[in-house]
């Protein structure tokens, strides 16, 4: 399995280009993660170079995994809350696998490191969400996750359509 890394923010405007194609593939195949149709690369990589300044400010913390060419085939990221009274939750957000690299454990692993990195930064509560019915939904409850509530209709798919999500805490001690 490639090893996991954090970008660290010298590396991530590097990086930008792949985790773009990563994002792009993810939409294109039909994953609600904020996008509607049409998407295309430069638009995942406006995204990417969008958040460049959370990355900067330590705000956004960003992982990856890469084939064993070195590319960049899945990536995760930890938002970290800014409001004094949530300094001990953080949201896992754009977890995502590019197509070729599924079903080998990187979701998995990558959902380990934050929660490992989590801990590290004293962070108590993780919080996200996904659309319900899907493989990450499945993965999320595997892991130990707890679904507190399901939103019907919450966001569109790229395609337009409205999609129910499920919304999930973990605590970590």
């Known amino acids: 399995m490639p090893a996991i890394e954090r970008l660290t ?11 773009a ?11 609600s993660l904020g996008f509607v149709a049409p998407f295309d690369r430069q638009a995942a990589a406006r995204w990417w170079h969008e958040q460049e300044a959370a990355v ?14 070195g590319g960049i085939v899945a990536t995760a990221g930890l938002s970290l809350a800014g409001k004094a009274n949530a300094r001990h939750r953080a ?32 962070i108590t509560l993780l919080l996200l969400d996904t659309r319900s019915g899907s493989a990450a939904e499945s ?7 707890t679904r507190y509530g399901v939103v019907p209709g919450y966001a569109a798919d790229p395609d337009g359509s409205l999609q129910d999500c499920g919304f999930f805490y973990k605590r970590l001690t």
């Open 9 to 19: 923010p010298a590396a991530y405007a590097g990086a930008v280009k792949e985790l």
């Open 21 to 31: 194609e990563v994002l792009a593939d993810a939409v294109d195949d039909g994953a």
């Open 56 to 69: 900067a400010a330590g705000a956004l913390l960003v992982w990856t995994a890469r084939d064993d060419a």
């Open 91 to 122: 949201e896992v957000v754009k977890l995502l696998v590019h197509r070729d690299a599924r079903g080998r454990g990187l979701a998995r692993a990558l959902l380990a490191a934050l929660e490992r990195a989590a801990r590290t930064a004293g």
């Open 139 to 145: 993965l999320y409850l595997s892991e130990g996750w």
